[in-house]
């Protein structure tokens, strides 16, 4: 956990600032948000599979625009 003192006089927004620069260049917040939306790695052949059945759906949904005429 990050923290910040006040120092004397200092303003409010100032610390926020200091505070969130802190927090940013300590990679804290980055790490949270990878572990909060963790997916596992797909394998190749997965991963390849899942390219070709795109191609193929973007290739039909041409086709189907080219038939349409727009």
Not at 23 to 30: D, E, K, M, R
Not at 39 to 62: F, G, P, Q, V, Y
Request: positive net charge; aromatic residues 8%; charged residues 40%.
């Amino acid at each position: 956990m990050q923290s910040v003192n006040r120092k004397d006089g200092e303003p409010f927004e100032s610390l926020v600032r200091r505070f969130n620069r802190k927090v940013q260049q300590s990679g804290t917040l980055s790490l949270a948000r990878k572990k909060m939306y963790f997916e596992k790695e797909l394998s190749k052949t997965e991963a390849r599979e899942i390219a070709i059945r795109k191609k193929a759906r973007k290739e039909n949904k041409i086709r189907q625009q080219l038939i349409k005429g727009f």
